[in-house]
């Protein structure tokens, strides 16, 4: 064992860590990848200087920790050909739906972290949760945090289960947003802006939103009433989407995630 790590599977959210971790100092050749799709393999030489493997080896029995980036559906599949090669490494599952009992079981390995991360992982403004086994260590949990602090930001929960209302907020998250975005610059069309100017108009807005309400220590709703003033044009517009129940539908919304990402740990993650 050393300071090897391996990724199985090589497709965007591993290639956002390895380009995280190669940024971050690391060595090519502390990195091991296993990609079976050979453009994929080209494109992590070429945009990476990674050189991957087609399919495991004996090499994998070096890692002192594994990330599994494949999709769901094909890992039973990617994991079979490392069985035997894993059970002393670290375990970190990019992937949705697939449970941490199912990968102990996979990899003879009881040090298992989850993490649900988001797509602006890609430019290292992600959000990840994170859920841990009991034999994971605090200094497990310590290198897990280093893996992916190039990614984003990262939030541990106490039971597994939450992780799917980490998918519904944060995982799901950004689709939501775009499709307000979507709606914002419909509006803008039609008020008789160009598709350009209401795109740029609607993003700026929203990422200078996003960044009051972090650097904020106040509520959401209290930063809310203060661009609300009685009888405005903002009253006006929130008023029209509380008649139109939107806060209700966004709740909804976020639920049936939820319910949705359960069952495909039911259906993938045994």
Not at 121 to 138: C, D, E, K, N, S
Not at 182 to 201: N, P, T
Not at 238 to 255: E, F, H, N, R
Request: proline share 5%; net charge neutral.
């Amino acid at each position: 064992m050393n300071n090897t790590l391996a990724f199985i599977g090589g497709g965007n959210m591993a290639s956002a860590i390895l380009g995280g971790l190669l940024r971050a100092g690391r060595t090519p050749e502390s990195l091991l990848v296993v990609e079976p799709y050979e453009p994929q393999r080209q494109k992590l030489a070429a945009e990476l200087g990674l050189q991957a493997l087609a399919a495991p080896d004996a090499s994998l029995a070096r890692a002192s920790l594994v990330v599994w980036a494949v999709k769901p559906q094909l890992f039973a599949e990617a994991a079979a050909p490392c069985s035997g090669l894993l059970g002393q490494a670290l375990h970190l599952s990019v992937m949705a739906g697939i449970r941490s009992d199912a990968i102990a079981r996979a990899t003879g390995s009881e040090r298992v972290v989850r993490s649900m991360p988001n797509t602006p992982a890609l430019i290292g403004q992600g959000m990840a949760g994170l859920f841990a086994r009991p034999a994971v260590t605090a200094k497990d949990r310590q290198q897990v945090e280093a893996v992916l602090a190039p990614t984003g930001r990262v939030v541990w929960v106490a039971q597994e289960s939450d992780l799917d209302a980490v998918t519904a907020l944060s995982g799901s998250g950004p689709a939501y947003f775009f499709y307000v975005v979507e709606a914002m610059v419909q509006a803008a069309q039609e008020m008789g802006l160009s598709e350009a100017q209401g795109r740029d108009l609607a993003l700026a807005t929203c990422a200078g939103a996003a960044a009051l309400a972090l650097q904020s220590g106040e509520s959401p709703s209290v930063l809310r009433e203060r661009v609300t003033s009685k009888g405005g044009t903002t009253y006006a517009a929130l008023s029209s989407m509380q008649a139109a129940g939107v806060g209700p539908a966004i709740v909804q919304a976020v639920k049936a995630a939820q319910q949705r990402a359960r069952e495909l740990g039911d259906e993938f993650g045994g």
